[in-house]
């Protein structure tokens, strides 16, 4: 954490679609110049300041130029930051840069990325030097992997309320879900799918659950890649296309806490089966929509999404939980939820140590509490 930072948070990426939505939010919730100190961030002033009167935030809002090539200008920018936002995508790409000033500078950095092969990239080559910094790298601070990798937490929590202890098993269950894809989303799925025709041992990590955890490998994970009936929920459930990368951040978030759930922990997501129910992202495939596009207004504020988790006890006891969010995942929710960790992070939470973290790992209970607050998630117990 940067102590001597002039501002909270920077958005980088502020002219993009998901960093404009971002920068929405916290201009409309937090203002300029009060509980918390924000500025833009982006390639071009005048586009930043374009933006910046489209969404209709202060013109005293302020507005910092920086580029992924330059870096020059991402040294400086993050010499300003608490922490940075980036929506710079996809972050394979885009990323390294702004992630080794970070490291070098002692800035925060949260992102968006559903990239495990960069992801361990990223803890491989910079973990060691974050602890010592005292940088926080939080990746994954949206849909993926937010409500997921703190479902299961507080899965485990209530767990341990009402049945005395951790559970060994967990089973994330998608009831519900209703939003659309981004550009961006799509751009980082194909840079995704590049990298591993370009090096098979990319496809072997990301079909790792243990990917994220170097050292150490769990037992083996229930597949979840065919339609199967689920007793304990009494459905049908099938392949969930991001259990790829949430199960991996759950992983990571169990041994960054010394495995409090066991080593032996085991963890699958699968979508609840209903015929005619909106339980999946429109806009994959050829249509998909280009970098910098997304949802309407009206289609994100529609959306939503309800996720069972179901913790089993050595005994067959069981617990659930749920956590629903009140827009779409990929963009609506997923603002809201980037914006509120940042500020979970350099608020809430400034003695975390420096090191790549998941958010749930650094920040439980207190990223929930905001969440709720804010953000337009519930976590409950479920019946």
Not at 242 to 258: E, W
Not at 265 to 294: L, R
């Amino acid at each position: 954490m940067n102590p001597n930072a002039e501002f909270d948070i920077i958005v980088y990426g502020a002219t993009g679609y998901t960093g404009r939505l971002v920068a929405e939010y916290l201009a409309q919730r937090y203002g300029i110049g009060g509980q918390v100190t924000w500025a833009m961030a982006g390639r071009s002033a005048a586009k930043l300041a374009e933006v910046r009167d489209l969404i209709g935030a202060p013109a005293e809002t302020p507005l910092v130029v920086a580029d992924a090539d330059d870096p020059a200008s991402l040294d400086a920018m993050v010499r300003r930051a608490g922490a940075i936002i980036t929506t710079v995508g996809p972050y394979q790409l885009y990323g390294d840069k702004l992630v080794a000033a970070c490291v070098a500078a002692g800035t925060d950095c949260l992102d968006l990325t559903g990239e495990p092969n960069w992801m361990a990239k990223i803890i491989g080559e910079h973990d060691a030097a974050a602890k010592k910094s005292g940088a926080r790298i939080v990746h994954s601070c949206g849909f993926d992997s937010i409500p997921f990798e703190l479902g299961v937490y507080f899965c485990e929590e209530t767990a341990k309320a009402q049945l005395g202890g951790p559970v060994p098993r967990v089973k994330g269950r998608l009831r519900a879900m209703s939003g659309g894809l981004s550009g961006g989303t799509a751009a980082s799925g194909a840079a995704t799918m590049a990298a591993v025709q370009r090096d098979p041992s990319v496809g072997m990590l990301l079909m790792n659950p243990f990917a994220l955890t170097p050292g150490f490998q769990g037992p083996a994970q229930p597949p979840g890649n065919a339609v199967e009936h689920d007793p304990d929920i009494g459905a049908d459930v099938g392949p969930f296309m991001m259990a790829m990368i949430n199960t991996k951040n759950v992983h990571r978030s169990n041994l960054l806490m010394g495995h409090p759930w066991g080593e032996d922990f085991k963890y699958d997501e699968m979508s609840i089966v209903v015929p005619g129910a909106p339980t999946e992202f429109t806009g994959m495939g050829p249509d998909a929509p280009k970098p910098g596009d997304g949802p309407s207004k009206a289609e994100r504020e529609a959306g939503f999404y309800d996720i069972l988790f179901v913790g089993i006890a050595a005994d067959g006891r069981k617990v659930k939980v749920a956590v629903k969010g009140d827009r779409d995942p990929g963009y609506g929710s997923t603002s809201k939820m980037l914006a509120e960790a940042a500020i979970c992070l350099v608020k809430d939470a400034p003695d975390v140590p420096g090191g790549v973290w998941t958010p749930g790992a650094a920040m439980r209970t207190k990223l929930i509490d905001r969440l709720q607050a804010n953000a337009g998630l519930t976590f409950t117990v479920d019946s």
